[in-house]
């Protein structure tokens, strides 16, 4: 199969009503309008596993936990409609619960929006466990959104040399191209007193060549390199994600066994400011 035949895989962004699920809903239609994808929203409800008792209360137009459901779906939709008028939308209303079903439609989607809390979460904290359990779980790239409209700024993704962060690079290559924003490939050493004595110079670091590496050869984004030696990698691209549009990495690194996700990417998930997209 040629690329030209190959299936068109939708943006799916989850949507149940939040605050955050709407800030995703409108920075993934915007998205989605930009890089010429559909946009596919969906509504999780888990109501069909406790009761069979769906329906409307007797004498009570557009009640009941069916026409509940069907009505924030329909908000949802609506919500990418108004943003992106011209934009290919539609809407799944799925029974399950949310972890569970959009992780499963992933693997169908060329990116995954969500929210950093849905309706379910406490509001102590900065990224719920939903979003973290897909940034641990999704079969493609997942984008868990702060601000709908950022400013201007770079996509700024952080690189270790790992196979995740190979592809972290190509993805935030296509990310940058869609926003026409400039790339910024950041890698923060191993920290040593010798290092930590030495100018940045990225034009020397291995990582940085092997990233770079990874860009078509025609390209014609504005790049630059950033190289530091830090004790905390996470507090260098937090710090540094203030000044980005985005942050992208890969779901884990060179020093992790094992786990889905990294500790820096679960750092920068719940401390960075702005909008993450984690690549697996």
Known sequence: MSPADAPVRPVLAGYDGSDGSRRAVLWAAHHAAVAGLPLVVVHCWVWPFFTQDLGPVADIEDSGLQAAAERTSAEGLDLARQAEPDLEVSVRLVTGFPSE???RLSAE???????????????????GSVSLHLAASSSCPIA???DDRPGEGDVLVAVDGSPESDRAVTEAALLARTLQAPLRVLHVRPYTRDARMRRPDPEHDPVIRRALDRLPADTD????EDSFAEPSAPAVIIHQARRAVCVVLGAKGTNTLGARLGSTVH???????GN???VR
């Open 221 to 224: 984004l504005t790049v630059i």
């Open 101 to 103: 079903v959009l992780t």
């Open 109 to 127: 989607a060329s990116l995954l929006v969500t929210g950093t809390r849905g309706l379910g979460g406490f509001a102590g904290l900065l990224i």
């Open 144 to 146: 868990v959104i702060r």
């Open 276 to 278: 993450v997209l984690v």
């Open 267 to 273: 750092a920068v998930l719940h401390h960075a400011e």
